[in-house]
């Protein structure tokens, strides 16, 4: 008879499945695929596969035709089941991609083969795209599909719409032959599916009912969307993985999502940061979090978070032995509440779960609850009263936000613009984009001066939150006025800005910033504004894509914003 260890560990072998996948990879090889014979050394790759299981094209560019003549040769891989096709239509016109993924789907629907995985992320199809995978979403080919992913396609509220519709009839036609879809993984980050995206989604999560990971971050969704997604994460018991980060919950959203927690008992990591929950939000998940006994990581970085609820979060993972991370940072604790909420999680022994919190945001700030105005809460606890100046809050009168003075204005506009830093910037206080304008003034009018001005702010731009949100409304703000005067020239701003970067030479003697990280950072905000003229997309793309060292430091920040410009 085998010895207790022995015994163990042979169980743990006979569980154990360890998969080969024989692929085929062309990944990151930065080919120019537009005529067929172009694509020519990928073609012999897949015939000469005896067994392709995958087809790996990311880090390409596929035109039409090059795509037809894989096409043609995937037909005849009736095993073929993971499609990783990401980040290959870099540089393609809109029009091309759509007839692309048509010939691609179709050779997998001829091959009768059966996708476990489809990654298209990366590719700026927007719904169009979509359409065009829709004879493949709801054929027999994907019946049998565990993974989507769909991350930064640029879908939009059409295009998650038109997904929807999709899986809720593959699941349809899919049960009627007794192999119902059971989708495991489904992500869709930086699409901006907002609420009306989010809540058709949220009809096909209810009937699929099989997910065990969806990530959609970084979509514009609120409350309202929230909400039903917290209904259909219900319908999924077998959820183990959720991340809207950098959403729009409130308090009203996260209330919504306390209550699908309880029923999603096997997560094991929630990332809900970034997502303007507050502590009214955090608290509502404190209570309900006990009932989640596999948690691995609880993300609630960047709410505006007061220490009270921060220290409600720590009480309620208390016991909990999966737990590897609790992340509070960026929240509005103080000195004193991040040593309070130490010595919480020091008394459970847990104290090493707790990331950083070197992006506290000080505890203090003015009441989180303001930001919304005052609520149904307020009503039902106080009257308010004539005087303007005072807002009542059952025995308690304090000055209203917007007649109070900044928060610690620090530093003035000029000293920022003379030696600029971060601390100079938010020590400007909320009102720092109108403070910068006024300082500038009409010499925004030059196209020269805005350049300049916006690559000082670009200058102390990091993956910050706190500091990059601050640059990102002053960017917005001098844009705004040097675009509204009536002298603008769009091509002239976009001109000076290339010269500062160091992207286009110049007559005149121009310094370039020393890091582009900053200014990478910030003009992938600006492109996705509505004032930046679309017009300009080409110029930047033929600048952004010449070879440049600096460039190629931050070829993640390149890769984003070709992306995004692609897609206008």
């Known amino acids: 008879?085998?010895?207790?260890?022995?015994?163990?560990?042979?169980d743990l072998l006979a569980k154990t499945k360890v998969e080969q996948v024989n692929e085929v990879s062309f990944k990151g090889r930065g080919l120019k695929l537009d005529k067929a014979e172009d694509a020519a050394e990928i073609v012999q790759a897949v015939e000469e596969c005896k067994d392709l299981q995958a087809l790996?094209?990311?880090?390409?560019?596929?035109?039409?035709?090059?795509?037809?003549?894989?096409?043609?040769?995937?037909?005849?891989?009736?095993?073929?089941?993971?499609?990783?096709?990401?980040?290959?239509?870099?540089?393609?016109?809109?029009?091309?991609?759509?007839?692309?993924?048509?010939?691609?789907?179709?050779?997998?629907?001829?091959?009768?083969?059966?996708?476990?995985?489809?990654?298209?992320?990366?590719?700026?199809?927007?719904?169009?795209?979509?359409?065009?995978?829709?004879?493949?979403?709801?054929?027999?080919?994907?019946?049998?599909?565990?993974?989507?992913?769909?991350?930064?396609?640029?879908?939009?509220?059409?295009?998650?719409?038109?997904?929807?519709?999709?899986?809720?009839?593959?699941?349809?036609?899919?049960?009627?032959?007794?192999?119902?879809?059971?989708?495991?993984?489904?992500?869709?980050?930086?699409?901006?599916?907002?609420?009306?995206?989010?809540?058709?989604?949220?009809?096909?999560?209810?009937?699929?009912?099989?997910?065990?990971?969806?990530?959609?971050?970084?979509?514009?969704?609120?409350?309202?969307?929230?909400?039903?997604?917290?209904?259909?994460?219900?319908?999924?018991?077998?959820?183990?993985?959720?991340?809207?980060?950098?959403?729009?919950?409130?308090?009203?959203?996260?209330?919504?999502?306390?209550?699908?927690?309880?029923?999603?008992?096997?997560?094991?990591?929630?990332?809900?940061?970034?997502?303007?929950?507050?502590?009214?939000?955090?608290?509502?998940?404190a209570k309900v979090i006990s009932s989640n006994q596999y948690l691995k990581e609880l993300i609630l970085s960047y709410n505006e978070i007061r220490k009270d609820a921060a220290i409600s979060v720590a009480e309620a993972v208390e016991g909990k032995e999966h737990?590897?991370?609790?992340?509070?940072?960026?929240?509005?604790?103080?000195?004193?509440?991040?040593?309070?909420?130490?010595?919480?999680?020091?008394?459970?022994?847990?104290?090493?779960?707790?990331?950083?919190?070197?992006?506290?945001?000080?505890?203090?700030?003015?009441?989180?609850?303001?930001?919304?105005?005052v609520g149904e809460e307020e009503e039902e606890e106080g009257e308010a009263v004539d005087d303007p100046e005072l807002q009542v809050r059952g025995t308690a009168i304090t000055p209203t936000r917007e007649n109070q003075s900044p928060l610690k204005v620090t530093y003035t506009a000029k000293q920022f613009l003379d030696s600029p830093s971060a601390d100079r910037l938010l020590g400007l206080g909320k009102d720092r984009p109108q403070l910068l304008v006024n300082e500038l003034g009409d010499s925004l009018d030059d196209a020269d001066c805005a350049a300049k001005s916006l690559m000082k702010v670009a200058s102390i731009v990091t993956d910050d939150t706190t500091v990059k949100s601050a640059a990102f409304q002053c960017a917005d703000a001098i844009l705004t006025r040097s675009l509204q005067s009536k002298d603008s020239q769009p091509p002239l701003i976009a001109n000076s800005l290339l010269v500062h970067m160091g992207l286009l030479k110049s007559e005149e003697k121009v310094q370039p910033v020393r890091d582009l990280q900053g200014p990478l950072i910030l003009?992938?905000?600006?492109?996705?504004?509505?004032?930046?003229?679309?017009?300009?997309?080409?110029?930047?793309?033929?600048?952004?894509?010449?070879?440049?060292?600096?460039?190629?430091?931050?070829?993640?920040?390149?890769?984003?914003?070709?992306?995004?410009l692609h897609q206008m």
């Open 1 to 10: 008879m085998a010895e207790p260890g022995v015994a163990e560990v042979a």
């Open 56 to 285: 790996r094209l990311e880090g390409n560019t596929v035109g039409v035709e090059a795509a037809r003549v894989i096409a043609a040769a995937l037909e005849k891989h009736p095993e073929f089941e993971r499609a990783l096709w990401s980040d290959m239509f870099t540089g393609r016109l809109r029009s091309e991609i759509p007839p692309s993924l048509e010939s691609l789907g179709g050779a997998v629907i001829s091959a009768n083969a059966h996708l476990v995985e489809l990654d298209l992320s990366d590719n700026a199809f927007g719904p169009d795209g979509v359409k065009a995978c829709r004879g493949l979403l709801t054929s027999k080919a994907v019946y049998t599909l565990e993974m989507l992913k769909l991350n930064n396609n640029g879908l939009g509220v059409g295009g998650g719409q038109i997904l929807s519709e999709a899986l809720i009839e593959c699941h349809t036609a899919s049960s009627a032959e007794g192999k119902p879809l059971a989708l495991k993984v489904f992500i869709s980050g930086r699409n901006r599916l907002e609420n009306p995206g989010a809540k058709a989604l949220s009809k096909a999560f209810k009937i699929i009912g099989t997910l065990e990971e969806v990530s959609m971050p970084q979509n514009g969704i609120q409350h309202q969307g929230i909400t039903a997604l917290a209904e259909a994460f219900s319908e999924n018991k077998n959820l183990r993985v959720v991340n809207l980060n950098d959403n729009i919950f409130t308090e009203k959203g996260a209330e919504s999502m306390a209550k699908a927690l309880p029923n999603m008992t096997n997560v094991e990591v929630i990332n809900f940061g970034d997502c303007l929950l507050r502590s009214g939000g955090a608290e509502a998940i």
């Open 323 to 373: 737990l590897k991370k609790l992340d509070l940072n960026g929240n509005q604790l103080g000195e004193e509440g991040i040593e309070e909420l130490s010595g919480t999680l020091e008394a459970f022994d847990m104290v090493d779960v707790l990331a950083s919190l070197s992006d506290d945001e000080g505890d203090d700030i003015d009441d989180e609850d303001d930001e919304e105005g």
């Open 523 to 564: 003009l992938q905000h600006i492109f996705q504004q509505v004032y930046f003229p679309r017009s300009l997309a080409q110029l930047f793309i033929a600048f952004l894509t010449r070879p440049n060292s600096q460039l190629e430091r931050h070829a993640h920040l390149q890769h984003q914003i070709l992306q995004t």
